[in-house]
Nanobody, 119 residues
């Protein structure tokens, strides 16, 4: 089992920034992939960004100019730096961990953290 604890969500004005963190613990294997997905009301969960334990990131095209994913393997923690936030970024953001090569369904999810972008 793997436990994921997210933090850093909140209310921010358009154009503002937030940094999300997700710490993994438990039966961590390497290599692995950690990342962030989000789900807005009435919409399906979608990829925001993922990063392998080797450090290779992948982004949703619509966010890659404003969002940076990074990780600290020693702490089993992944970060999501979000800049120039827009109201359409409002969603619950979920952290995911999975062994490298495994499908998303084989991974683990955090409880989610709310990000609200509003004036």
């Amino acid at each position: 089992q793997v436990q994921l604890v997210e933090s850093g969500g909140g209310l921010v004005q358009p154009g503002g920034s937030l940094r999300l963190s997700c710490a993994a613990s438990g039966s961590i294997v390497s290599p692995n992939v950690m990342g962030w997905y989000r789900q807005a009301p009435g919409k399906q969960r979608e990829l925001v960004a993922v990063i392998s334990s080797g450090g290779s990131p992948s982004y949703q095209d619509s966010v890659k100019d404003r969002i940076t994913i990074s990780r600290d393997n020693a702490k089993n923690t992944v970060y999501l730096q979000m800049n120039s936030l827009k109201p359409e970024d409002t969603a619950v953001y979920y952290c995911n961990y999975r062994p490298y090569g495994s499908s998303l369904s084989k991974g683990y999810w955090g409880q989610g953290t709310q990000v609200t972008v509003s004036s």
